[in-house]
């Protein structure tokens, strides 16, 4: 006697196919939204005000610090209204904090009554910008130089002639260590300045902290 088999599926085969079908369909399905609540979060993170105040912060004391004369720059402590160099106590090398930090830089195009237009190397800048705390708004004043925010050896700043921008707001820092350091040698300072804060969002009480550094490139006179 011959046994003949039919082609095709059973029912049982048929309904194991369809619940091993509907698992994989409800695990790709549980991925996919996973994936994209993980992407709106990272997205709603990296588009929050408080990112962008940081994204902020570190291209302008980046860009502006790189322009700035490496000879011709000072971190200073406040009081008040008050600002003072702040100084190394020794020789050796040192980290020197402070409140502010002042860069001095060049914004003219070159002396044009000249046929090739050099630079006046004898002139050390001819704007400044301020990093600065204002209670809790980090700010940067802009301005003609000289006179510059601050005097020589210190004193009040000089608010003739300045542009203002707020960079960011709910800013804290270490209280042991202000905002801004360089490390100096000799009593000198070796041209990289260092930021350090922490912004807060108003909203959610996150977060973000700053930490990023400049580097000057240009010496002059030399």
């Known amino acids: ?19 091993v079908g509907a698992v994989l369909t409800l695990v790709v399905g549980v991925l996919l939204v996973s994936g994209q609540r993980a992407w709106n979060h990272i997205y709603t993170s990296v588009r929050s005000k408080v990112h962008e105040d940081a994204r902020a912060v570190t291209i302008a004391f980046g860009s502006i610090g790189r322009k700035s004369n490496r000879l011709d720059y000072t971190i200073y402590t406040a009081n008040g209204g008050t600002y003072t160099p702040a100084e190394p106590e020794t020789l050796d090398e040192e980290v020197v904090a402070g409140d502010a930090v002042e860069f001095r830089f060049w914004d003219v195009e070159l002396d044009q009554a000249d046929s090739h237009q050099l630079m006046d190397v004898t002139k050390q800048a001819t704007a400044y910008a ?20 601050v005097p020589p050896g210190g004193g009040s700043r000089n608010t003739a002639d300045i542009k203002t921008i707020t960079l960011a707001e709910n800013v804290v820092t270490d209280p042991n260590m202000g905002p801004f350091s360089h490390t100096t040698t000799g009593g000198q300072g070796q041209g990289s300045v260092r930021m350090n804060v922490s912004l807060t969002d108003p909203e959610d009480g996150k977060t973000v902290t700053v930490k990023t550094a400049t580097s000057m490139r240009n010496v002059w006179p030399r």
């Open 1 to 19: 006697m011959r046994y003949r088999f039919r082609s095709g599926l059973s029912l049982l085969e048929f309904v194991i196919t369809m619940t």
């Open 130 to 149: 301020l990093f600065y705390l204002d209670d809790d708004k980090l700010k940067i004043d802009y301005g003609p130089y000289p006179p510059g925010a």
